[in-house]
């Protein structure tokens, strides 16, 4: 819901990718590398559902190694009622981003 809800607020104004309208019969994996290459920002909805995510974390690794190709950071971190600390291998992606302790304030309810 929340991500659909940013998706549609961003594509009002900007070019915007959700993985939700990849197409049947597409590889998934292939689409959205090839997306987070042409990208100039991921916005990853952390909660405790995403972090559990093979994928979430595969998509967070590949837009840090193109920030630092590209010496500016391109991943804008949204926490979602989520409040722990971030454990390995997200910690190092995500922590110099959202602030040492790995902790931000929680956004209202879209």
């Known amino acids: 819901m929340v991500a659909l809800a940013i998706f549609k ?3 009002k104004g ?3 990718f959700i993985d939700q309208v990849i197409s049947i ?3 998934w994996g292939q689409v959205i590398e090839k997306q ?8 990853c909805l952390v909660s405790e559902e995403s972090i559990k995510s093979e ?3 595969e ?4 837009a840090y190694r193109l920030s630092k190709q590209r010496k500016k950071n391109m991943i804008l971190p949204v926490r979602l ?9 997200l910690s190092a992606y995500l922590n ?15």
């Open 9 to 11: 607020e961003l594509s």
């Open 96 to 110: 110099s981003i959202i602030g040492i302790s790995g902790r931000a304030k929680m956004i209202p309810k879209i």
């Open 14 to 16: 900007h070019e915007v």
């Open 55 to 57: 994928m979430v974390v």
């Open 81 to 89: 009622n989520y409040t722990k600390e971030l454990k390995y291998p």
């Open 36 to 43: 987070l290459h042409s990208s100039n920002f991921l916005i």
């Open 25 to 27: 019969g597409k590889n």
């Open 59 to 62: 998509e967070i690794a590949t």
